[in-house]
Nanobody, 114 residues
Framework: QVQLVESGGGLVQPGGSLRLSCAASGIIFSSNVMGWYRQAPGKQREFVARITTGGNTNYADSVKGRFTISRDNAKNTEYLQMNNLKPEDTAVYYC????????WGQGTQVTVSS
């Protein structure tokens, strides 16, 4: 079956950095658009970043210039490098394969607080 397993979340101070990873299995990773979404307490899940099979990327305005999405097809893994983190980035971050009607990971908590 399809599995998307996130890792790399945690507690970080404002201005700090984290790198999230998502290891995929059960799908043809290189054929899937991969993405990251997040959900803060009391809010709806929102788009963060996406990377196409060809490596094209797009980002939510709120993270543009601070976050970088990438993928390693040889390792069936996508990444989200998050720099200059802000308290408003606090959320559960979800890995996605194939768009909103595709597959989801279980989520990893990112908390930005001093």
């Amino acid at each position: 079956q399809v599995q998307l397993v996130e890792s790399g979340g945690g507690l970080v101070q404002p201005g700090g950095s984290l790198r999230l990873s998502c290891a995929a299995s059960g799908i043809i990773f290189s054929s899937n658009v991969m993405g990251w979404y997040r959900q803060a307490p009391g809010k709806q899940r929102e788009f963060v970043a996406r990377i196409t099979t060809g490596g094209n990327t797009n980002y939510a305005d709120s993270v543009k210039g601070r976050f970088t999405i990438s993928r390693d097809n040889a390792k069936n893994t996508e990444y989200l490098q998050m720099n200059n983190l802000k308290p408003e980035d606090t959320a559960v971050y979800y890995c996605n394969a194939g768009g909103v009607v595709g597959y989801w990971g279980q989520g990893t908590q990112v908390t930005v607080s001093s």
